[in-house]
């Protein structure tokens, strides 16, 4: 879910999480390997639970002056009205002040120099250790959490309400307390199953994020940060990319529970990104066959193209991007009138739809009709791709800003030297899971050529890099001189 500022309960998908989706399809996920055949016991494990404190958890309104500790070990935040103790769920005012430091929290015991050679974020102004031995730090740019060797990153308003932590507090049980400017930010610890934790996702899905008829599962507009009781929905760039992502996990269910449940799941966001290249047929703005929209809307609603205009692509390209598409309609309505769908789809929409369909081929398709359908699918978005010179071609006939995969372009034209590893990998994996989804012998022929005449084998030894955190370059605010 995400507040005005953007706040995420959904998926954070990185450009590192994209190629390893596309090289383990690459590299043969999807060649009927017995994934399941040698189960992985993981038992009971705790999981981090991040919410904003509001007067909903019984907190007074106005700003935390500071916060505590109780003699046992209790979380405690001080407001003009009182000090208030956190009681499992709940925050309840003490009749009395108890005894308390507020002094900033800066625990005596040294963090170890593989925590400090390794943090993700820098510099750290608060730390505090838990009862396990892990370690909570706090800086301008969030929070983060080492134990075992590994840092956990929790920054935004996924996990916080601010990214300056001013302080933070863990208590007995190894929840964390942070004071931010835009209040206080709780990170639970949780004791769960992977079974637990996936029926607790699903609960939250189901209850704000299945996005109409076709049940696009994407984030949510909180209209207060951290109060979940009042929620938007609305689409984004990403409909097919997110729900594609979701049905790979309700893929992955199936094929190691066998549950019901999990497999019409899977199906459904299977015929939501099916949809998504039949909406574009038609109409007075159609497509190329087989083009994939992003999204769409329901045409009784908010014309989508008052926002989307050709004076805001215009300002685009002087701002930002010199190479922005200029394109009108950016949301043409179906044959049927029923949908507004969005155009200028890009590579990382594709790379979730090649992900579900794979999987869902191998793990979940039982019978003849259902691979079928998965079949009909794949030759329609694949064959858009090589009748086009593997590009994405919109309605007015040109390429899409960023679904461009072909030789011409990636390894010709110096512009796109950022995206040609990524890209070589993304087009290669595309038409090895048509292969093998389809039997189709055309697209291995394909990528062959791609590798032997154009060296995309080679382009994959330039990976794209992106900065931050979940990037793997660490993000500082000291540089080097």
Known sequence: MRGRGTS???????????????????????????????????????????????????LPEGAALGIGLSPDGILLAHFAEGTYAFERVRWVRQPVTPPVE?????????????????????????????????????????????????????QGRRWLPHDQVLDLRVDRDGHALFLTPDGLGLIERRVTSLAEKAAFYEEEIDKRHRRTEYEYVLEVSLKQPGDVSAWEQHDSDNDGLWTGMYGAAQCFAYGATKNTKAKERATKALRALGFLSEVTQGGSHPAPPGFPARSILPSEGRDPNMGDSPERDRRTRAERDGKWKLLTPRWPKSADGKWYWKTD???????????????????????????????????????????????????????????????????????????????????????????????????????????EKHGYNNNLMFPKNTPGVGGGIKVTTRWPS
């Open 8 to 58: 995420r309960i959904m998926i954070s998908y990185t450009f590192i999480m994209q190629i390893n989706v596309l090289l383990a399809l690459l590299l043969g996920f999807c060649a009927s390997i017995p994934v399941f055949a040698q189960p992985y016991q993981v038992g009971r494990f705790p999981m981090h639970v991040g919410r904003t404190c509001s007067a909903a958890d019984g």
């Open 102 to 154: 507020y002094a900033l929290a800066r625990d005596a015991r040294p963090i170890s120099a593989h925590a400090l050679a390794t943090i993700p974020v820098e510099p750290v102004t608060v730390h505090a250790q838990d009862a396990v031995g892990g370690i909570w730090v706090g800086t301008p740019q969030g929070a983060a959490y080492y134990v075992n060797g590994e840092w956990r990153y929790r």
């Open 345 to 451: 789809t890009s590579s990382d929409e594709l790379d979730g739809h090649y992900f579900l369909y794979g999987l869902y081929y191998d793990l979940v398709a039982e019978t003849d009709a259902e691979r079928e359908e998965v079949r009909r699918i794949v030759r329609r978005v694949t064959d858009h791709l090589l009748a086009n010179d593997y590009a994405l071609v919109d309605h007015d006939g040109t390429k899409t800003r960023w679904g461009v995969f072909g030789p011409n372009d990636i390894n010709l034209d110096p512009s796109w030297w950022v995206e040609r590893g990524l890209n070589s990998l993304s087009m290669l994996t595309y038409l090895r899971v048509a292969q093998h989804i389809t039997g189709d012998a055309r697209y291995g022929a394909a990528a062959d050529t791609l590798i």
